[in-house]
């Protein structure tokens, strides 16, 4: 049995993420920081929940132990967490604000596969999927027939475009851990006020790939629904 524990998992893309790996299979552990919220969500969809805010050291420590005494390891990490902090001009763009969105985007991400890895590391196939985006690309940015190119969201671009390149240093260091990037591409959710054309369940196609393809693929890429694809 498949054990995927995903951050982020009471709505949009982790919770879709959750039922399509429960329906094919996984025992899936629904990580959320609203405990109320999360809660509702693993009962509906038959999951485990586990509180973590990503966040916060404590929390992501005591989720990281509370695994440990139920499942005792697991196979599939999903860092889905993630907020888009301010869009539009940047004139008055703060530090804080900056730092607000990378300590959720990046800084959650290494939080949270530092505290699994020696859960993951007790898997006879280890997977660790980064959800990062396009929108951190900067040919997917500048290409005019790509909806990435008109959006201006100067902190969520970026703590894209630094989690795609943790991931790949991930890849290269955790030799005995697959790690990869999932891009959803343009989906409808919370994140965008459901403005994107595609479903949420078209936008977990890539992460149920990543988490569902067995030993013997590469680690390092950045994949999407359709494929691997590059990322510059």
């Known amino acids: 049995m498949t054990i995927t524990f995903i951050t982020g998992a009471n709505k949009g893309l982790g919770r879709e993420t959750a039922r399509r790996l429960i329906d094919l299979g996984h025992t899936v552990v629904v990580g959320a920081r ?9 009962d509906t969809l038959g999951a485990r929940f586990v509180q973590i805010d990503v966040t916060d050291n404590d929390s992501v420590a005591a989720a ?13 990490l999903v860092n889905n967490a993630g907020v888009h902090g301010p869009f539009g001009d940047p004139s008055d763009l703060t530090g804080d604000a900056v730092l607000d969105v990378l300590n959720v985007n990046l800084v959650g ?4 596969t530092t505290a699994f890895l020696p859960l993951l ?15 951190g690309s900067l ?12 959006v201006i969201a100067p902190v969520y671009t970026s703590s894209k475009a630094a989690l795609t390149m943790l991931t790949t240093q991930y890849a290269k260091a955790l030799t005995d851990v697959r790690v ?21 369940t078209e936008g977990t196609d890539a992460i149920v790939t990543l988490a569902t393809e067995g030993p013997g693929h590469r680690s390092g890429r950045f994949v999407d629904r359709h ?3 590059a990322w510059s």
Request: net charge negative; aromatic share 2%; hydrophobic share 30%.
């Open 139 to 150: 040919s997917a940015t500048h290409d005019p027939a790509r909806p990435e190119s008109g």
């Open 180 to 200: 990869n990037a999932a891009d959803p591409g343009y989906t409808a959710t919370d994140l965008n006020g459901h403005s994107g054309p595609q479903t949420v």
């Open 64 to 76: 990281a132990a509370d695994v440990e005494k139920h499942e005792g390891r697991i196979d599939v």
């Open 109 to 112: 991400v290494v939080r949270t």
């Open 34 to 42: 609203d405990p109320e919220l999360g809660a509702v969500t693993a």
């Open 227 to 229: 494929g691997e694809i």
């Open 121 to 135: 590391r007790r898997s006879s196939d280890p997977v660790i999927i980064n959800v990062s985006s396009a929108m």
